[in-house]
């Protein structure tokens, strides 16, 4: 369990391409035909082109089960990178070296910047999505086979050296940065895929995949890769290792992508039907560039500038402790993957709490939520601080008692619903507000400015920590216990 925004991965995270106020209009025009495009059934379309609305999701089954499965894909990178920082943790990484790899979580709170070309810019023969879905997946099995081989090194696994931060970052931006792009291209594809009625499971397979896929790729992977866990619970006779390395790890998951890109590419067709559009890559460039004049007219207006600072600036407050409880506790001695177990009786919650909550956001004034819930944050902070101070003194030689894990899971919990009420409340005001004509651009806009004002925030507690952190060393008369290596001299 990693207490920070970044777990709660469906914050805010953007859903929708972007799209010029023009190429929505003619989208709207064209919805009846378009949005059924990819419909299994034969008879869908009428003698004088136009297309039948499907009844139910039976016809629709294997768009929804293919949806679903990109979506888990995308969360897979994801995972993976949430439980690095763990991991660098248990190796006594500094946390400047911490705020180092946070800016791999930024590019989906960027992907505003380069969602209009994937959305415009394609092969027409290939199709509009697989264009960049099918590249963007081959990078993405490539990155995990390469790191397969290499990731040890960067660990430092077996050497005495702190791990390679720096290339970390850099192969992990990467990824989650390709992530972010596959997101843009099937999101937009799943308004194709499936038919207008059905369009709304598209949300449902998002926020499902997603979860589950960041769940493979954090929760389950850190609970293999743990000798501890897998000797207690999954062995008969202890071993060293877990079941798994990240290796391991990475290299499955690079072959199911390589492999199920390939079967994407060849098998799915985009568009049943041969499209005899007119449409001009000048044309196209021109809707890029009208999408990025569009933002920067909305960013002018005055109320829309000064509630973006407010979302830059309104979670400074909470940002240390959502940042960095995770990783004192684990410096506490903590075990990482019972951590990460926590976060499974958490997903019940993160379910129904958007749902309960919305029923106070859908009035005519959702932020009055945002507003009540901010103290309760701020206390909750407190309260972080407060268990990172008490987990030294409840150790035991055979590790943390149950109480103490029961204590971390109330925290957890009460942290999830604050959270969700600020959350839930903030989308809630995006849609209130956006302007019809140009919604989605308008909404994505927002939730970009809302995923950003909690990253650098973040980034910039780890970045504080130690210089702000006053240590006293046992055992090394002299010695600061400043860094790393001094900690070390008085073990």
């Given at each position: 369990m990693e207490l920070s925004e970044s777990v709660t991965h469906k914050n805010g995270r953007l859903r929708k391409p972007v799209v010029s106020s023009s190429d929505m209009g003619e989208r709207e025009s064209k919805l009846e035909v378009e949005c059924d495009e990819e419909a299994l059934l034969p008879n869908s379309v009428r003698a004088d082109g136009q297309v039948k609305a499907c009844h139910g999701i039976k016809g629709e089954l294997g768009n929804v089960a293919l949806?679903?499965?990109?979506?888990?894909?995308?969360?897979?990178?994801?995972?993976?990178?949430?439980?690095?920082?763990?991991?660098?943790?248990?190796?006594?990484?500094?946390?400047?070296?911490?705020?180092?790899?946070?800016?791999?979580?930024?590019?989906?709170?960027?992907?505003?910047?380069?969602?209009?070309?994937?959305?415009?810019?394609?092969?027409?023969?290939?199709?509009?999505?697989?264009?960049?879905?099918?590249?963007?997946?081959?990078?993405?099995?490539?990155?995990?086979?390469?790191?397969?081989?290499?990731?040890?090194?960067?660990?430092?696994?077996?050497?005495?050296?702190?791990?390679?931060?720096?290339?970390?970052?850099?192969?992990?931006?990467?990824?989650?940065?390709?992530?972010?792009?596959?997101?843009?291209?099937?999101?937009?594809?799943?308004?194709?895929?499936?038919?207008?009625?059905?369009?709304?499971?598209?949300?449902?397979?998002?926020?499902?995949?997603?979860?589950?896929?960041?769940?493979?790729?954090?929760?389950?992977?850190?609970?293999?890769?743990?000798?501890?866990?897998?000797?207690?619970?999954?062995?008969?006779?202890?071993?060293?290792?877990?079941?798994?390395?990240?290796?391991?790890?990475?290299?499955?998951?690079?072959?199911?992508?390589?492999?199920?890109?390939?079967?994407?590419?060849?098998?799915?067709?985009?568009?049943?039907?041969?499209?005899?559009?007119?449409?001009?890559?000048?044309?196209?460039?021109?809707?890029?560039?009208?999408?990025?004049?569009?933002?920067?007219?909305?960013?002018?207006?005055?109320?829309?500038?000064?509630?973006?600072?407010?979302?830059?600036?309104?979670?400074?407050?909470?940002?240390?402790?959502?940042?960095?409880?995770?990783?004192?506790?684990?410096?506490?001695?903590?075990?990482?993957?019972?951590?990460?177990?926590?976060?499974?009786?958490?997903?019940?919650?993160?379910?129904?709490?958007p749902l309960v909550i919305s029923k106070y956001t859908a009035g005519p004034r959702p932020l009055d939520v945002f507003y009540k819930a901010f103290p309760f944050r701020l206390l909750i902070g407190l309260g972080y601080a407060l268990l990172v101070w008490w987990t030294p003194s409840v150790r035991q030689e055979e590790g943390f008692p149950v109480y103490y894990y029961a204590v971390v899971l109330l925290g957890y919990a009460v942290h999830q619903v604050a959270l969700y009420s600020m959350y839930v409340a903030c989308m809630a005001f995006h849609a209130k507000v956006s302007d019809p004509v140009i919604g989605g651009t308008y909404m994505t806009l927002l939730n970009t400015v809302t995923n950003l004002g909690g990253n650098w925030p973040s980034t910039l507690a780890l970045w504080l920590v130690d210089p702000l952190t006053f240590k006293e060393c046992q055992g090394a008369p002299g010695q600061t216990c400043g860094s790393v290596e001094e900690a070390g001299v008085s073990v």
């Open positions: 949806l679903l499965f990109l979506y888990v894909l995308q969360g897979i990178p994801l995972g993976l990178a949430g439980s690095i920082p763990l991991i660098m943790q248990s190796k006594n990484v500094s946390y400047k070296d911490q705020a180092y790899f946070s800016f791999v979580f930024w590019p989906f709170s960027l992907k505003l910047l380069w969602a209009p070309l994937v959305d415009s810019l394609y092969l027409r023969r290939f199709g509009r999505r697989k264009s960049w879905l099918v590249p963007t997946q081959y990078l993405l099995g490539l990155f995990m086979l390469y790191l397969s081989v290499t990731v040890d090194a960067m660990l430092q696994t077996d050497g005495q050296s702190g791990p390679d931060v720096i290339t970390l970052t850099a192969v992990f931006f990467m990824l989650a940065f390709l992530a972010a792009t596959q997101d843009i291209a099937v999101d937009g594809w799943a308004l194709t895929m499936l038919s207008r009625e059905n369009v709304g499971y598209a949300s449902t397979c998002n926020s499902v995949g997603q979860t589950a896929g960041y769940f493979l790729g954090n929760v389950l992977f850190l609970a293999l890769e743990s000798a501890d866990f897998c000797n207690k619970y999954l062995r008969f006779e202890p071993q060293e290792r877990g079941i798994v390395t990240l290796s391991d790890f990475l290299y499955l998951w690079g072959i199911v992508f390589m492999v199920s890109t390939t079967l994407v590419a060849v098998l799915k067709k985009e568009n049943n039907r041969h499209h005899h559009t007119k449409k001009k890559p000048k044309e196209e460039t021109q809707s890029v560039m009208e999408t990025y004049k569009l933002l920067l007219s909305i960013i002018k207006m005055p109320t829309v500038f000064t509630f973006c600072v407010l979302l830059l600036t309104a979670k400074i407050g909470f940002s240390a402790a959502d940042a960095v409880t995770g990783l004192k506790l684990v410096e506490a001695g903590v075990p990482k993957e019972q951590l990460a177990l926590l976060a499974v009786p958490m997903v019940p919650l993160q379910i129904l709490l």
